[in-house]
């Protein structure tokens, strides 16, 4: 009698997916990713070497309780004969700043938790998500659906795009005159190289006019999924992979060349859709990539696989050899060192899944 737990059905594909996402999931999704679902300020795990870090939870706890009154322009409910509430004293806004794998992510994430409020008050995105939902319902729009919330943390703040930079700012603008609280953490300019940290400066010029309604507040520290952790496992063969991927309920098999040119086919916004239902990705064919824009697409992936817990097996070459030097040392080296770091803490997730 077999005892093989290899299954019947062959495993699913990311490039056969096409997702469609209509507005309003991108409103009902904005909420910290499944992975920060539990996270709590007291489930932050301080360096002990880093006493910004304990600050910072400090802080980010008296911010949260300083939302809990009425909305800052007076929305809600009020006594009859009341006077206005007075505006809000100091900032209405909180920028976490400090280089990747620090927590900023997790810290707002247990902001967003920690502010009492329901959660139909409160919206939690990434910048690209936040640009998504402004294509898909207007400006105006977008300002009415979340001038009423109480809080609006915003992950990963693209200050590399003036563009998008300038109109997000415009709707902050809007949505502080409005009364809501807003947190946010950034990625580096183009060629601000500095340490290879966040640079609070950058963020705070380039979200004109917006300088005086945020705090900055300064996070130290080295990566945290590299501390303490074992290095991360090497690739495995094309057969080992496969036979991991028809082995395992709800993995997804693809040829890494194909899923780079299957990405630029679907829209950054859909990179969360294209991953519902996995339970694990399995790649083959693992190679270096050649060009930015399709290195900034796997970014992307990388964060919503992250966000969304899903283990990643590959083979080929190593993930911390996917982008060039020149990538690592230009302007968006940030977004490539989270990418690797995050793709190595995905593949020490899969290691279970060989030998099944």
Known sequence: MSTSPITQ??????????????????????????????????????????????????????FAAGLGGAHASGAG????????????TGPRGVYLDGGYGVGKTHLLASLWHATPAEPSLKAFGTFVELTNLVGA???????????????????????DDPGDTVLVSTLLG?????????????NTLPGKL??????????????????????????????????GLPEAPPPYSDEEVAKAAYATD????DAFPRLLEHLAKVHPSRYGALTDGLRAVCL??????????????LVVLADRLYD?????????????RLFSEEMLNGGYRKKYFRAISRLTALARDAKGLVGQ
């Open 284 to 297: 083959t064919d693992v190679q270096p990539i050649a060009d930015q824009s399709t290195a900034l697409r």
């Open 308 to 320: 969304r817990e899903v283990p990643v097996l590959a083979s080929g070459m190593p993930f911390d």
């Open 250 to 253: 709800g993995a997804s098999l």
């Open 9 to 62: 059905a062959a495993p699913l594909s990311l490039c056969a997916r096409e997702p469609r996402v209509p507005a309003d999931r991108l409103v009902a999704e904005m909420v910290p990713p499944p992975r920060f679902d539990a996270v709590r300020f007291d489930t932050y795990v301080p360096d002990p070497n880093q006493p910004s870090q304990i600050e910072a939870v400090k802080v980010l706890g008296s």
């Open 77 to 88: 409910r009020r006594k009859w004969f009341s006077k206005k509430p007075a505006a809000p």
């Open 194 to 227: 500095g340490e290879g940290r966040f640079a609070a400066a950058d963020f705070l010029r380039e979200i004109q006019g917006l300088s005086a309604r945020f705090r900055p507040l300064r996070i130290d520290g080295e990566d945290y999924r590299h501390r």
């Open 137 to 159: 319902l207007g400006f105006q729009q977008t300002v009415q659906t979340l001038g009423g919330h109480r809080l609006l943390c915003i992950d990963e703040f693209e200050l």
């Open 174 to 186: 809007k949505l502080v005159d409005a009364g809501v609280a807003l947190a946010a953490t950034s």
